[in-house]
C-alpha cells in the first residue's frame, strides 16, 4: 500500500511539472533567457539609417498621404536617467522632444515647429487620425508626455507620484512644416500611459502598461503572468478649447484583465482593435462592447482572441496588402507586425546603460493556409543584436510595387526603438 501510494504521489508530481513545463518554457521564451542575439544579413542597399530620429517609441503609416508619423527625443541622453516606462526616475527631465514627418520614398525625416506650445515633451505612444472637418488635408496628433510631477520635484510631497504622464493633442496640416497644439489632457485614471487608440479628436482610449509605477510590485507585474493589473482607459474630451489639462473630460476603464497592458492599434476590420500584452508575448484582438450591446456609450472592449508570440510585444500594426491576388499568405502579405526584444530579461541591467544593447525582433503574424483551421503562422522578418537599432518598440510596413521588384512582393519595413540613436528601414520580401 506504501509503496503504490508513493508512486502515485509521484505521478501526481509528474502531471503538476508537465502542466507547468509549458507556460514555464513560454515566459522564459518571452523574456528571452534562452535566446542568444543574432543578426539577420541584410544587403548594404536594402538597409537605411534614417538621420535625426532619435528614441522614437511609436510609428504610424498615414496611408492617405504614404507618410509616418513618430514622436522622438532631441537628445540621446535623458532617457537614460528618466523615462517613467521602465521605472527610471533618477534625475528628471524637462526637455523638448518633437513630431517628425518621414518620407519612406526618400527616407527623409522632417521636424515639425510645435507652435502655441512651450512644455517640457517627454514622448511615448501616438496616434495619427484625419480631422473630421477636413479629412482629406489635416490631421490630429495624439502624443503621450511623461512629464515630471512638481508635487513630488519642486514641492517635496514624498508620497505624491514621480511622473505626472499626459497626453497631448495637436492638429497638423498635411504637408505644411508644423503642429499646433490643442490641449493637453490629465486625469487621475492616466497613471502609466503607453498608447493611444483614437476614435475622433474628442474620444480616444490610452493603455497603462503597469499598475504600479516602480517598486517590488511592479517587477511582480513583469514577471507573474497572472499580475493582470494593469488597465486602458476611454477618454471623453467634452472641450477641446480648455485650458487646464483636468477640465472638460470624463474617463472611464475600458479594459482590465492583461498584463502589462502595452500598445494599441486598428486591426484588420473598422471594429477590430488591438493590444498587446508586452511582457506576457499576447496580441489581444479585441471590439468595442457596443457591437453586441448596441450601446454607443459603452465604451469598454471585448477581447476575442489572443495570439502567443515567442518574445516581448510592444505597438502593434495590421498591414493591408494592397498587391494581394488572393487568398492565402502565399497570396496576400497582409498580417499583424510585431515588434520586440531579442532579451528583454537583460532591460533591468541595460536600460540605464548609453553603451548597452538590446537586440530586436520582428515578428510577421497571419492565418495558416487552411480555412478549415484556425491557426496562426509566425515569421521572423527581421532580427538584430542590437548594432544597426537598439530595441524595437514599433515597425511598419510600406509596400513596394511588385513591378518594380520583378514580380516579387517585397517592402520597406521601418523599425523604431525607445533606445534606439536612429529609426532604420530593411528591404524585406513579403
Not at 502579405?333 to 537583460?346: F, I, N, T
Not at 483551421?373 to 527581421?382: A, D, I, P
Request: charged share 20%.
Amino acid at each position: 500500500m506504501g509503496s503504490s501510494h508513493r508512486w502515485v504521489g509521484l505521478a501526481f508530481l509528474a502531471a503538476l511539472i508537465a502542466l507547468a513545463y509549458e507556460p514555464l518554457h513560454h515566459r522564459l521564451k518571452v523574456l528571452g533567457a534562452l535566446r542568444e542575439p543574432a543578426s539577420m544579413e541584410v544587403a548594404e542597399s536594402d538597409f537605411v539609417t534614417i538621420e535625426d530620429t532619435m528614441q522614437c517609441e511609436d510609428l504610424h503609416h498615414y496611408a492617405l498621404t504614404n507618410t509616418l508619423f513618430t514622436a522622438c527625443e532631441d537628445s540621446i541622453t535623458p532617457r537614460f536617467s528618466w523615462f517613467p516606462p521602465l521605472a527610471n526616475f533618477k534625475t528628471p527631465s524637462y526637455g523638448q522632444g518633437s513630431i517628425h514627418v518621414i518620407d519612406p520614398k526618400t527616407f527623409k525625416s522632417q521636424r515639425l515647429a510645435l507652435e502655441n506650445f512651450s512644455g517640457p515633451l517627454i514622448t511615448h505612444g501616438i496616434d495619427v487620425i484625419p480631422d473630421p472637418d477636413a479629412p482629406e488635408t489635416a490631421v490630429y496628433i495624439f502624443v503621450v508626455n511623461h512629464l515630471p510631477n512638481p508635487e513630488f520635484w519642486n514641492e517635496g510631497k514624498k508620497d505624491a507620484p514621480k511622473a505626472r504622464s499626459q497626453v497631448e493633442l495637436f492638429h497638423h496640416v498635411l504637408g505644411s512644416s508644423a503642429a499646433t497644439h490643442v490641449r493637453s489632457i490629465w486625469h487621475p485614471l492616466i497613471t502609466t500611459p503607453n498608447d493611444i487608440y483614437a476614435e475622433s479628436p474628442r474620444s480616444f482610449y490610452v493603455t497603462n502598461d503597469h499598475y504600479y509605477r516602480e517598486g517590488l510590485l511592479r517587477q511582480v507585474e513583469d514577471i507573474v503572468t497572472e499580475a493582470k493589473w494593469s488597465t486602458t482607459i476611454h477618454m471623453q474630451i467634452s472641450d477641446l478649447q480648455a485650458k487646464g489639462s483636468d477640465a472638460g473630460l470624463t474617463a472611464s476603464v475600458a479594459l482590465t484583465g492583461i498584463q502589462t497592458n502595452n500598445g494599441i492599434g486598428r486591426g484588420a476590420s473598422p471594429d477590430e482593435i488591438l493590444v498587446t500584452s508586452s511582457q506576457s508575448g499576447l496580441l489581444y484582438l479585441l471590439e468595442p462592447s457596443a457591437k453586441e450591446s448596441k450601446n454607443e456609450n459603452d465604451k469598454t472592449l471585448k477581447p476575442l482572441e489572443a495570439v502567443y508570440l515567442n518574445s516581448t510585444i510592444d505597438n502593434p500594426f495590421y498591414y493591408s496588402d494592397p498587391y494581394r491576388t488572393g487568398t492565402g499568405p502565399e497570396n496576400d502579405a497582409s498580417g499583424y507586425l510585431l515588434s520586440g526584444l531579442s532579451r528583454a530579461v537583460d532591460v533591468p541591467h541595460t536600460h540605464t546603460d548609453p553603451a548597452a544593447k538590446d537586440g530586436v525582433l520582428v515578428w510577421h503574424v497571419q492565418l495558416g493556409r487552411n480555412p478549415a483551421v484556425r491557426r496562426w503562422e509566425t515569421r521572423l522578418l527581421f532580427e538584430d543584436d542590437g548594432s544597426r537599432i537598439r530595441s524595437a518598440s514599433g515597425a511598419v510596413i510600406v509596400p513596394i510595387n511588385p513591378a518594380s521588384e520583378g514580380g516579387k512582393k517585397k517592402g520597406w519595413l521601418f523599425v523604431t526603438g525607445y533606445l534606439a540613436e536612429s529609426m532604420v528601414a530593411v528591404k524585406v520580401d513579403l
